[in-house]
């Protein structure tokens, strides 16, 4: 990496992205995050109670009689007594490791320039909620940040549900033996292993939601225009197995269960007309900018987030922006094609950012931390 | 063969890699100690070289990239390519000759940075020729100006009522964080603490300050250039565009349909002037072409020749036909000269041909030079009637068409209010009483245009029949 040609320079920094569904961690300068594991953390538990785990600061993680593991076989493999726990809600201390340096940026900044912008709204769909955060010149705007609820989990509940209408069992692949290929629509057949241990209920929770995930993932189309009972009747159905072998073609269900995410009025579950549609969202958080930013917003709007990977998001994102701008503006939709892109688009902008030599003299080096305390967090992370 | 196979093997071995011969302390071929440059590896002609800095207008000063010089002075004044290509040999694709000189080897070094307050020391690899020298990147550490004031001039200069000192304190502080960004400093202004405020009110108290602060602080004598912010012309500018952003589908239509309206009026209105001034032309042409009759009658009957030369009104080419003039060299058939041009339509023929058999005129007359030129004449006066009539039968009609329309609006009673746009008649000719439709209907639109006919022309019309009864006789 000549520092001349592009202006890089490698120092061997560390990025890391913690979100709410998965973490993503690597080198910068690299393209694509080395780990990318779920943001969930295994406690084996020595104790009787099995209640949450006690907190962890000050020390490095460990704590007698308790490990954590991360994305290791560990949690995959059904063990007694293991606690599956968020480390965003109960937080971690990382300050007991040697860092020489550090540096805070805003992931709607670093999507921003994954997609080579340094201004544009940048609409993030993730797991837990869907935001429109306005970014001017490498700044977030904060009093335009929208957000909603409505997002990948949202899916899920509403796949839950349908799977409970439709009476059918979810049963991760743990717990199967062997099953037996069925006609479609029949109920399943399959044999529970034998001596399957005592799993806690938050572990047994968390594999049932991979099954839903990938249900979710392959299965779900939003569609181009907003439902309409014939036209999602003649839309092609999709084949889906599940785990313990139960199949059924899905058709109208594909598009209502997404349409959610763009029309929450007719969407089950939700207490009152209060939810904004992703479509709100965007243009609610572009109203609330400057009038003079706004076509430099319209102009780049920046889809990221897992979320927004459901066939079909963007093109209806499209439309129904189109709609709802004044006709002078001009709109550009911007989505990167890869699913690695847009999961990891923050990742990939503090890769960027982080391998810059202009980037080199904005860390917060250990020393300045222990000076200025958070302040200087503050003032020097935008 | 042995012997062979082992010299070829060597040779092989000592043209590959600098490496290799550094290894067996072999001589190399060219003994050029110094750092590896581009022109090693790709391997640039010399004598190509010389022949492009010739031709070269301008010299590229040095230490400046090719392609960034390209960029600035390019002969062709294309736009630059999106990825720059680094041959120099044209179309044929260059190899790179790897391991021609000694491998340079990274240190993986500390370095301090410049731009830096703390100090700090980071590591990172780099050229070990390069240790010891600047960190490059130091150079892009740039921020904005932003005036710095003391307490005394502040409280001399700086005072307002409208502001705090703490407050433009916290203004002035966020303005150095975030380069002057306005918009980013607006957003995250302390609105708790101070009173919530608009970008043009921070931009305001700024800029005064600024203003301020450049005239106290001036040599005396010197008219330093202040930049004066309007801020009332800023806040009425946003209020505009929020009302053309927010404006609903509805009334974009509107003004659309207005603006088409606009056009079609603009357009008729157009159209009624160019056939007001076509009439205009026939007429005056009709009129010209009597006056010069007339007077050159009676300038044959007085044989006098000079009134002949003084009227003679230019004719314009829409009125009658004109005959070409011979100018053949040599013997011609004066009859040609009688031939109609084939600008004439069929109509004006048929209309000529008309009117010579009714009056009992000889369709080819024995072309004699009096009556050839007489016959031409009449012709011509024949298409003028033609057109005349023509236009005269016109303007009856859209007459007709006014009076039915004015009749049925009086009936239908003054509240009926009129619609702009009308069928395929244009409307023209002025109606005797235009002031009464003015007054009763306001928007109804009635252009007064369109030359009255003069009772010249419809005079006009005898007198040609008479002429022609005359000529015939």
Known sequence: MSGGVYGGDEVGALVFDIGSYSVRAGYAGEDCPKADFPTVIGVTLDREDGTTPMETDGEKGKQSGTTYYIDTNQLRVPRENMEVMSPLKNGMSTWHYNIPAFFLCKTAVLSAFANGRSTGLVLDSGATHTTAIPVHDGYVLQQGIVKSPLAGDFMSMQCRELFQELSVEIVPPYMIASKDSVREGAPASWKKKEKLPQVTRSWHNYMCNTVIQDFQASVLQVSDSPYDEQVAAQMPTVHYELPNGFNCDFGAERLKIPEGLFDPSNAKGLSGNTMLGVGHVVTTSVGMCDIDIRPGLYGSVIVTGGNTLIQGFTDRLNRELSQKTPPSMRLKLIASNTTVERRFSAWIGGSILASLGTFQQMWISKQEYDEGGKQCVDRKCP | ?473
């Open chain 2, 1 to 473: 063969q042995t012997s062979t196979s082992k010299s070829s093997l060597t040779k092989k071995i000592m043209t590959t890699g600098a490496d290799v011969r550094d290894i067996l302390e072999l001589a190399g071929g060219d003994n050029d100690a110094g750092p590896i440059s581009k022109k090693d590896i790709i391997n640039s002609d010399k004598k190509k070289a010389k022949k492009s800095t010739e031709t070269l207008t301008f010299k590229r000063p040095e230490g400046m990239h090719r392609e960034v010089y390209a960029l600035l002075y390019s002969d062709k004044k294309d736009a630059p390519p999106l990825l720059p290509s680094d041959t120099t040999q044209g179309y044929r694709t260059v190899k790179a000759k790897l391991g021609c000189k000694k491998v340079r080897p990274w240190k993986w070094m500390p370095f301090t940075n410049p731009a830096r307050k703390d100090g700090a020391i980071f590591h990172h690899w780099r050229r070990a020729v390069e240790e010891g020298k600047d960190y490059p990147f130091a150079r892009f550490n740039k921020t904005v100006q932003v005036p710095v004031y003391s307490e005394q001039e502040y409280q001399m200069y700086l005072h307002d009522d409208g502001w705090t000192k703490a407050e433009t304190d916290h203004l002035f502080d966020l303005c150095k964080r975030f380069d002057l960004r306005f918009i980013v400093i607006h957003d995250r202004y302390d609105h708790q603490q101070y009173r919530k405020r608009s970008v043009e009110d921070l931009k305001e108290r700024y800029y005064n300050i600024c203003g301020k602060l450049t005239k106290v602080r001036a040599v005396s004598g010197t008219e330093p250039k202040i930049y004066i912010f309007d801020a009332g012309h800023e806040r009425r500018r946003k209020e505009q565009l929020e009302r053309l952003f927010s404006r609903t589908p509805e009334q974009v239509a509107e003004e659309e349909y207005l603006i088409q309206e606009l056009r079609k009026i603009e357009t008729r209105k157009k159209e009624r002037e160019k056939k007001a001034q076509d009439l205009q032309k026939l007429i005056t042409a009709a009129d010209s072409t009597t006056e010069m009759r007339r007077a050159e009658r009676k300038a044959t009957k007085k044989k006098l020749p000079q009134k002949r030369e003084t009227e003679k009104p230019a004719v314009p080419e829409t009125a009658g036909i004109k005959f070409p003039d011979f100018k053949s060299a040599g013997v011609s058939l004066r009859s040609q000269r009688m031939k109609l041009p084939s600008s004439v339509g069929q109509k004006k023929i048929k209309a000529i041909e008309q009117i010579l058999t009714e009056q009992g005129v000889d369709l080819n007359p024995m072309p004699t030079e009096e009556i050839v030129q007489m016959f031409n004449e009449l012709r011509s006066d024949l298409v003028l009637v033609y057109e005349l009539k023509q236009a005269h039968s016109n303007c009856e009609y859209e007459q007709q068409m006014l009076r039915h329309r004015y009749d049925a609006l009086l009936k239908a009673g003054g509240a009926v209010t009129p619609q702009s746009e009308s069928g395929g008649v244009p409307d023209s000719q002025a109606w005797p009483g235009p002031d009464d439709i003015k007054t009763e209907a306001k928007e109804q639109i009635i252009d007064v245009v369109g030359a009255p006919l003069t009772p010249n022309s419809v005079s006009r019309q005898n007198d040609l029949i008479i002429e022609l009864q005359v000529f015939a006789h």
